[in-house]
């Protein structure tokens, strides 16, 4: 075998020391760039609560309260009222006929824990004509299980049986997934001890596969955007239909398509 000369033993080199510095380049440009994507959607933190709070004190002939974090404020999404909280809204409206007020006592960045300090005290004023729970991605990153078991017991105490409760989205990521799956676990066995409903939001999310992360996740990705957002609809949608058509419905169940 002949061995490379000299000189294109050198271009070789310069090659792969050019292809090297391209691929950091490009990692640098990569995660400046998300981190710009973070900061700017951390600013619409302040927009979106604010928005919300301003909603609540419409007035309406039902009430709808949303208990989550930064998805149920629709952090990722074009506007507020295009979460799943937002989408869910219209659809009862469009089912009913009737006004809705939506409280939506989420806040971003809640975990299990911090739902039950911050939105239970708040949730025991209300009489609420429907309830949403999507609560503990959150917890994942500083994952404990028991904490996590007790936090849901607290929350679902004090649901009225008509609360619709969502297991925890698909992460894609394996060593997440292993996480999610023992949340979800206890998500449903409590949800069954207080005879509430579990929404497959885990089914739904993890259907879209992986490449959901470039068509339903917004810029930094972590968040839905708007498709995401429909998609978490989707999940809540045919449990919310039959509670809405049972209890409150004039005009017919809601159509289950969110789109």
């Given amino acids: 075998m002949t061995l490379p000369t000299p000189r294109i033993r050198s271009a070789i080199a310069t090659g792969a020391a050019l292809v090297a510095a391209c691929?950091?380049?490009g990692t640098t440009w990569y995660r400046r760039d998300l981190e710009e994507q973070k900061a700017i959607l951390n600013e619409t933190l302040p927009v979106h609560s604010a928005w919300w709070r301003a909603h609540a004190k419409q007035p309406g002939e039902l009430l709808y309260v949303a208990i989550g974090d930064s998805a149920a404020q629709g952090i990722g999404a074009s506007s507020p009222n295009k979460s799943y909280v937002g989408v869910l809204a219209d659809h009862v409206r469009l089912a009913t006929g009737q006004t809705v007020r939506v409280v939506n006592l989420s806040v971003s960045g809640a975990t299990v824990a911090l739902a039950?300090?911050?939105q239970l005290p708040r949730f025991d004023k209300l009489e609420p004509d429907l309830v949403t729970v999507a609560i503990?991605?959150?917890?994942?990153a500083?994952?404990?299980p028991t904490a996590f078991e007790a936090g849901i017991r607290s929350?679902?105490?004090v649901l009225p049986p008509h609360a619709l409760v969502a297991d925890l989205p698909c992460f894609h990521l394996p060593h997440n997934e292993v996480k999610v799956a023992v949340a979800n676990e206890i998500i449903r066995r409590v949800a069954a001890e207080h005879d509430l409903t579990v929404v497959p939001l885990h089914t739904t999310t993890k259907r879209a596969g992986i490449r959901s992360i470039l068509t339903h996740v917004a810029k930094d990705l972590f968040h839905p955007n708007?498709?995401?957002?429909r998609s978490w609809a989707e999940a809540f949608l045919p449990a919310m239909s039959a509670e809405v058509a049972h209890r409150f419905?004039?005009?017919g169940q809601i159509s289950t398509d969110a789109d």
């Fill in 116 to 118: 039950v300090r911050d």
């Fill in 136 to 140: 503990g991605a959150n917890d994942i």
């Fill in 23 to 25: 691929i950091a380049l």
């Fill in 142 to 144: 500083s994952w404990n």
């Fill in 249 to 251: 419905s004039a005009v």
């Fill in 226 to 229: 708007d498709r995401g957002y």
């Fill in 155 to 157: 929350v679902f105490a």
